[in-house]
Structure formats: C-alpha cells, structure tokens
C-alpha cells in the first residue's frame, strides 16, 4: 500500500491510497473557519464503485478517530518553543508555514473565549 498526502493551504488536505487490493482511493479533508474556535470540517472519499461498502467502513473509522483528535485538541496547550525529540522537527517547520495564514487581525485564544465577565 502506497500513501501519500499533501496540506494545500490551511483548509485543505488530500490524501492519496493506492493499493493492489482496493485501488485508489482519495480523501480530501476541508475546513472552514466558522467562527473563533469553530470549523466546518468535511470529509470525502472517492473509490472505484464497488469499494462503496468498504468506503463505510473507511469513514466510520475516519469520524472515529477524527472525534477522538477533537478531544485532544480541546486540551491542548501551546508552548511557543517546545521541547521537540530531532524525529519531530516537521513540527516546527509546519508551525512556521502555517503562521503566514494567521493576520493582525487573528483574536488570539484569550480574546476569542474572553466573554467579558
């Protein structure tokens, strides 16, 4: 099995399966932003015909999983400058990409959960 995915911009994400079994398979994630701390997330899958049924089964463990990110990602805590292991240094260099998307005008997480009491 072959995989290959590719981030385009920060709202897009597509995700590439060949295999010999199942042919190929392409998932595109999309994200819009709402509100702060609110996306749209949607997800497709794309397959020969008769995979349909496996295709079930590959988007029940993708929503899944993705329920269980969002849990983390609720808890997540930003550290400006982790302590990363040498394996993990796309991480920085994937912050770094991502922050040209963020503007002057981006609330921060203490603005946006700021409901003024």
Not at 107 to 117: F, H, L, M, R, V
Request: aromatic letters at 14%.
């Amino acid at each position: 099995m072959e995989i290959s995915g590719k981030q385009i911009g920060p709202s897009c994400v597509c995700l590439e399966v060949n295999s010999n079994t199942f042919g190929k398979i392409k998932v595109f994630q999309y994200i819009t932003p709402i509100e702060p701390l609110l996306q749209k997330v949607v997800h497709q899958f794309y397959g020969p015909r008769w995979s349909a049924p496996l295709m079930k089964i590959f988007v029940y463990g993708e929503s899944v999983m993705f329920e269980r990110d969002i849990n983390i990602w609720n808890h997540k805590v930003l550290h400006r400058n982790p302590i990363l292991a040498k394996e993990d240094t796309s991480i920085k260099k994937f912050r770094l990409w991502f922050s040209q998307f963020y503007s002057s005008n981006s609330k921060s997480y203490s603005e946006a959960t700021n409901i003024g009491w």
